[in-house]
């Protein structure tokens, strides 16, 4: 047992910060550091810029184009990133649909689709949830009928992260109503710019619009953009889901907020707070036990085990904390987190805040913004349900 | 990063477990509880396994093995809830092996290895609580050495104990001295405690005393730490067995007709004690791994540990006790002595609010398991 990084993959870490540090260009960096709104261009520019260097792909093996990492060299790879202050890597391109077109996918279909991810110049979305499915995948009621050489596609997805900056979805649809909920569904790519296809963005809580409904009408979809097998999409959207599972724990990101935490205590004059720093040192535990257990399930794989009991309580333990630092943060401004000023939240505002302190500006939209975490990515109550299940069975 | 255990580290988990399961049965400890609480011949039973030399360097006499060993023997102890008190002799050891003269290290570290000495730390005062810093027992310099006068409260198996190491005020600071159970003016008055084990008052007046070190803050600091690091693996494997038995408990139990693992709100409950057990482990590995770091960072890192361990043991006790039902609240159900067993470790070397309080004074600007 030993908590170092070997001598390789410390230099490995060594290697991927001199890289970014170099590449990512600091207005990008500023605006992560303060949470202020990123545009499609720096989240696309950020994907072309990794995608050059080949690290959109990151998680690729290299028959693929990937850089063939190890489980840990990933990790290190998302924290250095994540600590200096990268985009995120909007992960329904390389990091869900990739991983499926290169397991049940088709040579040709490998072929058409995996450099416009790698490369970063197709934007992917997820079309997973819909009106009546939330946590309740199975029940997915999209239809997709097969006449001829195409698909013709009807029916409604919801929820669809940034979609409306989507080229491409990725679709479970329903393609039989025979037998379980489960055996009739099919994973099915989609042209977002298909006559039939219209986005709706939703007006979320914080006054963004993180979400889009997306529609299909009588929306043609050519029969060689099916991956895999007809009705058996359900089992190709579980190997997506078993993949990186300690990202979920987003505890990288997790650091670099806890440390935003401590700035913003220190400019409201809350760090000599006892009260208020008791609190801090309780998420800082939190974080560093969090850590450690992403550290053991990455161990686990290094080792072949499966770690499987722990790694779904990644995502519950995770979220709540990405919920307690954006709580905390708001908490810190007191009423300095009310006013509501949208454009304060662009970098390059030149108005003043109320009480002068422009980093409080989007405190309590992302607070507010927050209370998805525990609700996406299968609800945390559905996770508790899986947890049980492996525990008592 | 690697969190396996070695083949001699599985070796070691197994031989002490089939003790455990064999040797120290439920019934066996009742009888020790109903004893006193401590058993010298279940002592010399860990003795006989190596465990009290394992620690100790083998130029005196022990196997020389580390902290992750240590942890390892620990987390199975606790699956136990085996009242002698081992830790001791790691946290003993420990200390004189890296401060005690060489004679003194030469005079006792072999006995110790052997189990025939039970030497045990002797620092908790009144008006103390938990702070290390805060020590009224005083030490003068006499014709052959030192004497000590002190009271010293919840000393563990301290009527049975054949040495202390005993902090005492020197010249203004904190020394740590080594005191025979032997010695003239040593009084002690022994009693149970909460988890069925063994304390007592000391009583030192001018006792004779042999110096071990003058740093004894830091000293008695690296003793502690040792002791957080045991009782995190000794925690971990009470919460592991407190969660098996529980969860085992939900399958067999029926009521309205239906096991009531069926019933979600105590599914969600039992995810929820997983979760405690699994970031207490998490902890206790980083206490262990991060004992031998230099002193700020290791403060930390035990305190760290300690917060999350004190909150996870809270909560798995309570909740296994409520889980379990009437039966739990029983002296004849074992759950109820998990649950004991858990309070008082949460309690012992600072409790969840002290270290809070320690973290919270010790954050830095960048925090994680490498800052």
Known sequence: ?393 | MDFDFSDDQQQLRDAVRRWVDKGYTFGRRRAIVAAGGFERAAYGELAELGLTALTVPEAHGGLGQGAIDAMVVMEELGRGIVLEPLAQAFVTAGVLAQYAPQELQAAWLPRIASGEVLVVLAQQERKARYRLDVCEAKAVVAPNGYAITAIKNIVSAGDQADAFIVPAQLDGQIALFLVERAAADVSTRGYGTQDGSRAADLQLASTPATLITTDGLAALELAVHTAIAAACAYAVGVMDQTCAVTFDYLNQRRQFGVAIASFQALRHRAADMKMQLELARSMSYYASLKLGAPAEERRRALSHAKVQLGQSMRFVGQQAVQLSGGIGVTDEYIVSHYFKTLTQLEMSWGDTLHHLGEVSARMQEQAGVFA
């Open chain 1, 1 to 393: 047992m030993d908590l170092a990084f070997t001598p390789e993959e410390q230099a490995f870490r060594q290697e991927v910060r001199a890289w970014v540090r170099a590449n990512l260009p600091p207005a990008m960096a500023h605006k992560v550091h303060n949470a202020l709104r990123l545009t499609r261009d720096d989240l696309q520019g950020w994907a072309r810029i990794l995608g050059k260097k080949g690290w959109l792909a990151f998680g690729w093996p290299k028959e693929f184009g990937g850089p063939g990492w190890t489980a840990v060299q990933k990790h290190l790879f998302e924290e250095e990133c994540a600590m200096a202050g990268a985009p995120r890597i909007i992960p329904f391109g390389p990091v869900m649909v990739a991983p499926v077109i290169m397991a049940y996918g088709t040579p040709e279909q490998q072929k058409r689709f995996l450099p416009g991810i790698a490369d970063g110049s197709v934007w992917w979305s997820q079309g997973y949830s819909e009106p009546g499915s939330g946590s309740d995948l199975a029940s997915v009621k999209t239809r997709a009928e097969r006449v001829g050489d195409k698909y013709i596609v009807n029916g409604q997805k919801t929820w669809t992260t940034l979609g409306q900056h989507g080229d491409w979805m990725f679709n479970l649809v329903r393609t039989s109503n025979e037998g379980k909920p489960q055996t009739g569904i099919s994973f099915l790519l989609l042209d977002m710019k298909s006559p039939g296809v219209t986005v709706r963005p939703i007006k979320l809580l914080d006054g963004e619009c993180e979400v889009n409904e997306v529609f299909f009408d009588n929306v043609e979809v050519p029969a060689d953009q099916l991956i895999g097998q007809e009705n058996k999409g359900w089992t190709y959207a579980k190997h997506l889901l078993s993949h990186e599972r300690t990202n979920i724990a987003d505890v990288n990101r997790a650091k670099r907020e806890l440390e935003r935490l401590k700035r913003i205590a220190r400019a409201e004059g809350l760090w000599d707070d006892q009260r208020f720093r008791d609190q801090i040192a309780l998420l800082e535990v939190d974080i560093v036990a969090l850590e450690m257990l992403v550290l053991r399930v990455l161990s686990m794989e290094k080792s072949g085990k499966n770690p499987l009991d722990i790694a779904g309580l990644l995502k519950i333990k995770g979220s709540e904390i990405q919920q307690r630092y954006a709580e905390l943060m708001m908490l810190a401004a007191g009423p300095y987190a009310l006013p509501l000023i949208q454009e304060a939240m662009d970098a390059g505002w030149q108005g003043l805040f109320p009480g002068g302190t422009l980093a409080n500006a989007p405190l309590a939209s992302t607070y507010f913004n927050m209370r998805k975490t525990t609700i996406y990515g299968g609800s945390n109550e559905v996770q508790r349900n899986i947890v049980a299940q492996t525990i008592l069975g």
